[in-house]
């Protein structure tokens, strides 16, 4: 079992930046890939951002490219979302989830958080 806790969200304006925090307990966190989705009201849980535990491999979707980024600090287990240049289109409910392989389909992640809301006011 993996357990998950996001930290970070808020209420940001346009243009803005936040940083999230996913920590991690549990099994051994350096087999897992770590991925960020974000479900906003009515709309289905989309992909943001992914990284691989062992290495640097990353992933990110279209629509946050050269404005977020993913990192990790094994050392406290904790993986990170930086978010720059924040848009009203970005607030969700942000997920942390974690799962044997690095992918952008949540149904590849065995674990997740609880969630933490991000709002962008404009």
């Known amino acids: 079992q993996v357990q998950l806790v996001e930290s970070g969200g808020g209420l940001v304006q346009a243009g803005g930046s936040l940083r999230l925090s996913c920590a991690a307990s549990?099994?051994?966190?350096?087999?897992?890939?770590m991925g960020w989705f974000r479900q906003a009201p009515g709309k289905e849980r989309e992909f943001v951002a992914a990284?691989?535990?062992?290495?640097?491999?990353?992933y990110y979707a279209d629509s946050v490219k050269g404005r977020f980024t993913i990192s990790r600090d094994s050392a406290k287990n904790t993986v990170y979302l930086q978010m720059n240049s924040l848009r009203p289109e970005d607030a969700a409910v942000y997920y942390c989830?974690?799962?044997?392989?690095?992918?952008?389909?949540?149904?590849?992640?065995?674990?997740w958080g609880q969630g933490t809301q991000v709002t962008v006011s404009s």
């Open positions: 989830a974690a799962g044997r392989l690095i992918s952008r389909y949540p149904n590849e992640y065995d674990y």
């Open positions: 549990g099994r051994t966190f350096s087999m897992y890939a």
């Open positions: 990284i691989r535990w062992s290495g640097w491999t990353t």
